[in-house]
């Protein structure tokens, strides 16, 4: 069993900086690209930024130069660091992470997180 869970999220001012976590734990036996997705409401779910596990970054353009993508692969754990937040930046953040299990090490398969509120608001 594989499980990835989001934290972090939460209210901040315009202008501000807010950091997602997002762990991975259960039977894993290695992990490749880990990304970060949101979905605002009554919207389709939006990539935001993805990471390979050997650390090449990749970003949409709404959040180039913002967000900061990172990972700490002793911990299996993807982070956003997310700089000069703006009110269009609300959304629920969604982990997502190519992962190889113990029981299945030659079958990558995709899981996802439940997801964590991020509220950009004065």
């Known amino acids: 069993q594989v499980q990835l869970v989001e934290s972090g999220g939460g209210l901040v001012q315009p202008g501000g900086s807010l950091r997602l976590s997002c762990a991975a734990s259960g039977s894993i036996f290695s992990i490749s690209t880990m990304r970060w997705y949101c979905q605002a409401p009554g919207k389709q779910r939006d990539f935001v930024a993805a990471i390979t596990s050997g650390g090449s970054t990749n970003y949409a353009g709404s959040v180039k130069g913002r967000f900061t993508i990172s990972r700490d692969n002793a911990k299996n754990t993807v982070y956003l660091q997310m700089n000069s937040l703006k009110p269009e930046d609300t959304a629920v953040y969604y982990c997502?992470?190519?992962?190889?299990?113990?029981?299945?090490?030659?079958?990558?398969?995709?899981?996802w997180g439940q997801g964590t509120q991020l509220t950009v608001s004065s």
């Open positions: 997502n992470a190519d992962i190889r299990s113990t029981t299945q090490p030659l079958l990558p398969l995709s899981y």
